[in-house]
């Protein structure tokens, strides 16, 4: 089946601009993780969602960094004001149900390549 | 505070010899670890878990809560090995959504 999608793959940005960034989960899962993705590092958690409630955004690293998921499915992330320390890769990720007392398998997107000169 | 630590940014190899990938964490609760990988042009999957204690493609890793350690292991290394390895941990917690903490990423590359 199909697997996480996310769109653009590549974007380029201008210092300043507000960037877009969508994530398409597989369907029916009901998780739905941001991570972002420095150069030579590992991801790191951005913020969560369970169906269309964000229940965790302590990653997020400014206000400019916003995130939704209004209907439960797709999710988008959105960065206002781009800054040069904003590039990098963005990976989104679903699991099938809540993973309460129990870590569910987390399936990742090819991840969005965000450049901001 | 969860962290993970991966000492290792590439580890060189020839094929056929072991190969052993550190990693070590800090958690102070009860952690699932896991082992992601990264092949070349491909999106981060699954490599292997703790709490499965099962054997993925040769590999092994073993959780030694002592040592806080979770080094995954493959005794004949294949060329077809060569790939970013991220070592990652999840809190399990009553809370919906653990999400991972994950390792620096150690570059693996089997030599012919």
């Known amino acids: 089946g199909a697997g996480v999608s996310q769109s653009p793959r590549y974007k380029v940005a201008k210092r300043g601009q507000d960037v877009a960034l969508r994530c398409d989960p597989i369907?029916?899962?009901?998780?739905l993780f941001w991570y972002q993705q420095a150069l030579g590092q590992g991801p790191e958690f951005l913020t969560y969602?369970?169906?269309?409630?964000?229940?965790?955004k302590s990653g997020l690293p400014s206000d400019r960094f916003f995130a939704e998921r209004p209907e439960g499915s797709v999710s988008t992330l959105k960065i206002q004001r781009t800054q040069q320390e904003d590039s990098a890769v963005y990976l989104c990720?679903?699991?099938?149900?809540?993973?309460?007392?129990?870590?569910?398998?987390?399936?990742f997107g090819p991840g969005t390549r965000l450049l901001v000169l | 505070a969860q962290r993970v630590t991966q000492p290792e940014k590439l580890l060189s190899v020839f094929k056929g010899a072991p190969v052993e990938l550190k990693c070590n964490y800090s958690y102070s609760g009860s952690p699932e670890l896991f082992w992601y990988v990264q092949y070349s042009r491909q999106r981060l999957q699954l490599l292997l878990r703790h709490i499965s204690r099962e054997s993925i493609k040769g590999f092994t890793a073993d959780l030694n809560k002592g040592e806080t350690s979770f080094h995954l292991k493959k005794p004949f290394a294949q060329e077809e090995d060569s790939a970013m390895y991220y070592c990652?941990?999840?809190?399990?917690?009553?809370?919906?959504?653990?999400?991972?903490?994950f390792g620096g990423g150690t570059r693996l590359m089997v030599k012919p």
């Open positions: 369907s029916g899962h009901v998780s």
């Open positions: 990652a941990l999840s809190g399990l917690t009553d809370n919906a959504g653990n999400m991972l903490t």
């Open positions: 990720a679903s699991s099938p149900r809540t993973g309460r007392n129990i870590q569910e398998t987390q399936y």
């Open positions: 969602f369970q169906n269309e409630a964000q229940l965790d």
